[in-house]
């Protein structure tokens, strides 16, 4: 428990484009620890896509070290999960073949097919898709497809879940319901989640931690904020709850004051 | 109102007939009669589908129409041309017995048909099989693509004929050298379009596969491919369009049994008639092809994000 699942050091990402070096992130120190759940938030363009990227080995930092399980990340793997931001389901397979791709993947080698199967109604039922779960993407709604992108990446038990905006092409109702169900999700299975957010009530309502970053080019971290709210957490009694006033407040501060963006 | 309503059943008794002709009062007429009964709603409902396809199938008629009603005219005096009746008088003769077989230079339509379909099938069979693996290769990597592209620009305007002098020096005969032409027109579309597929498959699946670390087997069989095959199909409705172009003209060169050596056989004949119902016929048979190939793609176009 006091052994962190992900720990960064010194962290710094450079890209080369046409007008020369580029540098997203610089000096970036982050542990994560198990079952915690934590949101990047910042101004767009300020590197948090970059971070998550970093984490699920998607990209390969220039400067420092990530470290999961005491492992250097060399390249993207299963058990690190990641939900994308426009769900990212195969349109030729059916919710529950999608699904199964991820499934057989993972667990394919020590388990028959029957216990697999088991596996993918459980997630899909965990989200509330088991009705639809022979469906294709194109037949369900945004919201839909995102849980099954969701239930996909916990049907794997992941080490540490990681989501790139994950509500973020959702309308506001729709966004609601998948973060109370997120919430639900979260605390069943005592997943540690890393999420870029740019939404400050989600923020704050999904996580323990919030890391605010500075406004790129060479984003930093600003400043962490502890969210002290015990869980579970009801959308509607935080609404009055003067501890979640004061970490929203502490958010927006950073946010609108500290990092104000100059007219663009 | 009620004029309309009592109107209602022996309207729709004598509303086939006149279905083209009362736009104004049919539009009215199926909310004021829902109420009334549950019979005279549906039978209008009836009539409006039937309506519906008149109306779909009124401006190709017409068109059909009208390219027939100009060719009467244009050979009412007589002349070269055969006019329609002529034509349709041959065709009733020739359709009698498509598949009968005086020896190789005399054979039934369907025969002649048959072997062009032949020919277009094996030549544009072998240009899949070695055109869809390479435009996977070339849209998979870049080098190869690049030294690729010069070859591939260079050849594609060649009309495929110049190639059937190669294909008679190599391979000795005029059959397989026919086949040969519709390999080489069959083969550019389907590599160009293959490897566009491949270079347009969306980054994010490719992110799924790599976060899933898919075996390599695994990522052509479930997301490449199956992402790539719109494209695919593309380039095989291209093809095969080319291809049924290409053989007419190969097999008048070529000669043997084919549709194209028919056309010219029936001008060596002077059988004009023969002819024009050549055209006919490789129009359709082209039409019937595309159009299978259209329904086709349109059964892998899973795509409506």
């Known amino acids: 428990m006091n052994q962190p699942l992900v720990k960064i050091e010194r962290v710094g990402q450079t ?41 699920a ?15 250097e990340i060399a390249g993207p793997g299963p058990d690190r999960a990641v939900v994308f931001q426009n769900h990212s389901l195969l349109p030729w397979m059916t919710c529950f073949d999608n699904v199964m791709l991820a499934v057989e993947r993972v667990f394919g080698r020590k388990e028959g097919k029957p216990k697999l199967k088991l596996r993918v109604e459980a997630a899909l039922a965990m989200v509330h898709m088991d009705h639809a779960m022979h469906k294709f993407p194109h037949e369900i709604s945004g919201g839909m497809k995102q849980r099954v992108g969701i239930a996909r990446a916990f049907a794997m038990e992941p080490k540490i879940l990681l989501m790139d905006e994950p509500f973020g092409a959702l309308d506001a109702l729709t966004r609601a319901s998948l973060q109370d169900e997120l919430n639900g999700v979260m605390a069943k299975t005592g997943a540690t989640v890393v999420m870029v957010t740019h939404d ?3 923020a704050v309502l999904l996580s323990d931690r919030i890391v605010m970053m500075t406004n790129g080019p060479a984003a930093v971290i600003g400043e ?41 | 109102m009620s004029t309309v309503v009592a109107l209602k059943p022996a309207r729709v008794a004598i509303e086939k007939e006149e279905a083209a002709v009362e736009q104004k009062i049919e539009i009215a007429a199926p909310a004021v009669a829902a109420p009334v009964a549950a019979t005279p709603a549906k039978a209008s409902r009836l009539v409006g589908a039937l309506k519906e396809i008149a109306l779909n199938a009124i401006p190709p008629l017409l068109g059909l129409g009208l390219l027939i009603g100009l060719w009467g005219l244009l050979t009412m005096k007589g002349g070269s041309i055969p006019s329609p009746a002529q034509v349709w008088a041959a065709a009733a003769n020739l359709f009698a017995d498509p598949f009968y077989s005086n020896g190789p230079n005399d054979q039934g339509i369907g025969w002649n048909v048959l072997s062009s379909l032949k020919r277009v099938g094996i030549g544009f069979g072998f240009a899949a099989l070695v055109g869809i693996p390479l435009g996977f290769m070339l849209g998979r990597f870049d080098f190869l693509s690049r030294m690729f592209d010069p070859v591939i620009s260079l050849l594609r305007p060649v009309s495929p004929l110049a190639w059937l002098p190669i294909g008679l020096l190599v391979l000795k005969k005029a059959d397989p050298a026919a086949t040969w032409t519709i390999f080489i027109c069959s083969i ?10 491949v270079r347009r498959v969306p980054q994010d699946y490719l992110n799924v596969a790599r976060v899933l670390n898919l075996s390599e087997g695994k990522i052509i069989t479930r997301i490449l491919f199956p992402a790539v095959l719109p494209y695919m199909l593309t380039g095989i409705r291209l093809s095969i369009g080319t291809a049924w172009l290409v053989i007419v003209a190969a097999e008048m060169l070529t000669g043997g049994v084919g549709i194209g050596f028919w056309v010219w056989d029936e001008w060596n004949n ?27 793609a349109r059964r892998f176009q899973y795509e409506t994000r």
Request: aromatic share 6%; glycine share 8%; proline share 2%.
């Open chain 1, 15 to 55: 890209f080369n484009t046409k007008q020369g070096a580029f540098t997203a992130l610089r000096d970036i120190d982050l542990s994560i620890h198990h079952g915690e759940v934590v949101s990047l938030i910042g101004h767009s363009g300020c590197g948090k896509s970059t971070l998550l990227n970093l984490i």
């Open chain 1, 57 to 71: 080995g998607l990209t390969r930092p220039t400067t420092g070290v990530l470290l999961c399980d005491n492992r």
């Open chain 1, 200 to 202: 400050v009530d989600e």
């Open chain 1, 224 to 264: 962490i904020v502890d969210v002290r709210l015990e869980r579970p957490r009801d959308r509607l009694a935080l609404a009055e709850d003067r501890r979640f006033a004061e970490c929203r407040a502490a958010v927006l501060d950073f946010l609108y004051r500290k990092q104000m963006k100059k007219a663009a």
């Open chain 2, 188 to 197: 550019w579309p389907m590599i160009l379009n293959t490897a566009e597929g």
């Open chain 2, 270 to 296: 002077l059988k004009v008639e023969h002819i024009v119902i050549a055209i006919f016929v490789i129009g359709i048979v082209g039409l019937v092809l595309e159009q299978t190939l259209l329904l086709l």
